[in-house]
């Protein structure tokens, strides 16, 4: 028994429809975002992150108190309580102002130092790789002997000559902090110069800073993004534990690291927030900025790519 012919309906075939986009194109740090959400851990230290940079930035404007406000005799050394939220210190300033405006001077002092390491970093290992022959030999040469130098060593001899200060830290932690951005940035563009696109750009007369910066920089910037959110923290620890030797900011200014030498001494008595405060937050940075590298790494990486 066959099927009636009136119960079917004929489809009428038009060429357009095959051309016809089925959804909205991606670009593709679109699709980066798209995948970094998806990555718990990613997405875990970008909240951590973006909670103590809201905190930093407005911490201290929610409190009553400054960070250098100083009373000896009545509020020195108060437990948390809901005037002081954080406590005191030994000369009555208030922790939870101190703690949060210490959070300014890390992130900006990090970000800062990452920064300017970016931006040598780039720009060196892009030169060297991107030349290559004699050129490449000599930057990378220059290279080799300032990775010969002890990095702590370094920054604190520029600390112990310059006059101190936040402008003396950068300067110090970029000295050398740079060297690994430019080897990882070398070697990207070493792999990336002899593709058919470069090849191709050149020939048809495309300038050396046309190439790097429209081909060959933008194509790295995966790593380079990777390895810059591992500098930050670096940098924070390396500020962090300048201070706590006392060679970083100087009183009245507060950091972590100064917070912590400043609890050192009270280490054995009951006076416990006065570290545990600025150490819980150092620590809880430095893990969201690893734990949003590590996302990265994941999302960035093309043969993950679905």
Not at 55 to 61: D, H, L, T
Not at 174 to 179: A, I
Not at 225 to 235: D, E, H, K, R, W
Not at 263 to 275: P, Y
Request: glycine share 8%; net charge neutral; hydrophobic share 50%.
């Amino acid at each position: 028994m066959g099927i009636p012919a009136h119960k079917f309906q004929r489809v009428e075939r038009k060429a357009e429809q095959y051309e016809a986009i089925r959804r909205p194109s991606v670009s593709y740090w679109q699709d980066v975002w798209r995948r970094l959400r998806s990555n718990w851990l990613g997405m875990t230290g970008l909240i951590i992150i973006s909670l103590l940079v809201l905190m930093a930035v407005i911490g201290p404007w929610i409190s009553d108190y400054t960070y250098y406000e100083q009373n000896l005799l009545e509020e020195k050394n108060l437990e948390p309580s809901s005037e002081h939220w954080f406590g005191t210190d030994d000369l009555g300033r208030d922790v939870f102002t101190r703690t949060w405006y210490g959070a300014r001077i890390s992130l900006i002092i990090g970000i800062a130092a990452a920064m300017i390491d970016l931006f040598i970093g780039v720009l060196y290992g892009g030169i060297a790789g991107y030349k290559g022959g004699r050129t490449d030999e000599v930057m990378m040469r220059i290279v080799d002997v300032l990775w010969g130098l002890p990095y702590l060593l370094v920054v604190i001899l520029l600390l112990v000559v310059l006059e101190p200060g936040i402008t003396t830290i950068i300067i110090a932690l970029t000295v050398t902090g740079w060297l690994n951005m430019a080897r990882l940035v070398r070697g990207q563009v070493l792999q990336l110069k002899n593709q058919e696109y470069v090849l191709a750009a050149r020939t048809l007369g495309a300038n050396t800073k046309w190439i790097m910066f429209k081909h060959l920089i933008p194509n790295t910037m995966g790593p380079i993004l990777v390895l810059l959110t591992f500098s930050i923290p670096q940098a924070i620890f390396a500020e962090a534990f300048l201070s706590f030797l006392g060679l970083g900011v100087q009183a009245p200014i507060a950091s972590w690291g100064t917070m912590v030498d400043d609890a050192l001494v009270v280490i054995l008595s009951d006076e416990w927030w006065r570290l545990f405060f600025p150490s819980f937050f150092l620590g809880l940075t430095l893990l969201g900025f690893n734990a949003l590298g590590d996302g990265l790494r994941d999302v960035l990486d093309p043969k993950m790519r679905k």
